[in-house]
């Protein structure tokens, strides 16, 4: 079956500590999400990238690290700097080429994040 | 300026009644993808239907149509014929390029 996984569904953390969220993909998608979404809200992005060794910078890129070394991997990583960490974090893939299909986001089931 | 905007918080739909979850987005570039997604309470994003800026005809996918007008920036979900199943957010969503823009969100609730 291809899609994208998640792990793990729930992660309780303590305040100061460094956490490393897992996204694989197995749709040959070029491109990768990093979204967050609080409560009652929509989503906002951290960071994606389009090809392997490259991605930028989202709207609320301060406190999160990413990495692109493989194609079906795109952890995230939240780190102390970030000032409210708790909450939902979803990963999402699409195919890069534009111009045929649909090309709608994949997404995952989402990581549920409680720093304490 | 926001990219997409939906103003509609809540909604409420009788069982078996038509609803539909209002959608305006900004861009410039005549290349775009507009998308809905359901998210239940578990947290997942399902896709439920896309329309191309160059498509001349709205998109459909079983219950769901997609009402696209172009002039106005606008592209509302039509949910026919609601469901239980249905009481969910749905998000409103475009694509520019590889940049994905979310709307807020419409939390809908489907009353027996």
């Known amino acids: 079956d291809g899609g994208i996984t998640q792990s793990p569904k729930y992660l309780f953390r303590k305040e100061g500590q460094n956490v490393t969220l897992s996204c694989e993909q197995n749709l040959n998608h070029d491109a990768m999400y990093w979204y967050r979404q609080d409560p009652g809200q929509g989503l906002r992005l951290i960071y994606y990238s389009q090809i392997v060794n490259d991605f930028q910078k989202g709207d609320i890129a301060e406190g999160y690290s990413v990495s692109r070394e493989k194609k079906e991997s795109f952890p995230l990583t939240v780190t102390s700097a970030q000032k409210n960490p708790t909450a939902f974090y979803l990963c999402?893939?699409?195919?890069?080429?534009w111009g045929q299909g649909t090309y709608e986001q994949y997404f995952g089931p989402g990581t549920r994040l409680t720093v304490t | 300026a926001q990219k997409i905007t939906q103003t509609q918080p809540g909604m409420f739909v009788q069982e078996k009644e038509a609803v539909t979850l209002d959608c305006t987005y900004d861009?410039?570039?005549?290349?775009?993808?507009l998308f809905w997604y359901k998210q239940p309470s578990s947290g997942e994003m399902i896709f439920l239907i896309y329309q191309g800026s160059y498509d001349q005809q709205n998109a459909t996918e079983g219950r769901y149509s997609l009402n696209f007008q172009k002039a106005r920036k606008s592209a509302n979900l039509v949910i026919s014929a609601s469901q239980l199943g249905d009481s969910a957010m749905y998000f409103c969503a475009m694509r520019e390029g590889n940049q994905f823009y979310f709307g807020t969100g419409t939390s809908l609730t489907v009353i027996p």
């Open positions: 861009t410039s570039d005549p290349s775009y993808g």
């Open positions: 999402a893939s699409s195919i890069s080429r």
